[in-house]
């Protein structure tokens, strides 16, 4: 019987718009399909995270050495701190016909577009830049210089949408994943993923 490879689904946008708690709310719900890659950071623990849970808390040491290894499938240097995607993770996953889910930003998205290009890119997005301020002031983990700088860095983040095949409005964090798993099971219908297993089944491959 013929195995179908996992979709590489990335999930990315601007710091504050609600990524994590997006991700967080679509894998408490039972129907989900797909697989959290868990990403290593050089970014100190905030109040409440688990190492191997939220991230992979790694020295900028380890993190230096497993660039040079090949270790990542992408990674980007993001307010003073690495984050990167390991991808030995992810190309097991995706083998054993699971989708793998990333959330990252936009710099690493654009490197996974590249190595990656028939993996399936999401662009979470602000209702607004005053909503996005307000919820990085909300969630008060960060001094106001960073909240300043990440405000800035959403301001470019959000003219990188072009780089995206969708874009989901933030509006209600039910809303946004409701719209990304319809995203999803539309992607997995799509034309070109699904071609190639009828062209076998009409060869009498299975
Ligand atoms: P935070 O420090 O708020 O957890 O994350 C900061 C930013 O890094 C967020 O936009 C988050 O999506 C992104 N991020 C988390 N993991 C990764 C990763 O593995 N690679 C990249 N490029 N960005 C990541």
Same mark, same amino acid.
């Given at each position: 019987m013929h195995k179908k490879r996992g979709l590489l689904i990335v999930l990315s946008g601007p710091s504050g718009v609600g990524k994590g708690t997006v991700r967080k709310e679509l894998f408490t719900q039972p129907n989900t399909n797909y697989e959290y890659s868990v990403s290593m950071t050089t970014r100190n623990p905030r109040e409440g995270e688990v190492d191997g849970a939220d991230y992979f808390f790694k020295s900028r040491d380890e993190f230096e050495q497993l660039i040079k290894e090949g270790g990542l499938l992408e990674y980007a240097e993001y307010v003073g701190n690495y984050y990167g995607t390991p991808l030995d993770y992810v190309n097991a996953t995706l083998d054993a016909g699971r989708d793998v889910f990333l959330e990252i930003e936009v710099v690493g998205a654009a490197q996974v577009r590249k190595q990656v290009p028939d993996g399936l890119f999401i662009f979470l997005a602000p209702p607004s830049l005053s909503a996005l301020e307000d919820r990085l002031i909300g969630r008060g983990t960060e001094s106001a210089d960073i909240i300043k700088s990440r405000v800035m860095k959403a301001r470019e983040e959000l003219e990188m949408m072009n780089l995206y095949d969708y874009v989901v409005e933030n509006d209600e964090v039910?809303?946004?994943?409701? /719209?990304?798993?319809? @995203?999803?099971?539309?992607?997995?219908?799509?034309?070109? /993923?699904?071609?190639? @297993?009828?062209?076998?089944?009409l060869k009498g491959d299975y």
């Open positions: 039910q809303n946004a994943c409701d /719209r990304i798993n319809a @995203i999803v099971t539309a992607e997995h219908c799509r034309r070109e /993923r699904v071609e190639k @297993i009828y062209k076998q089944m």
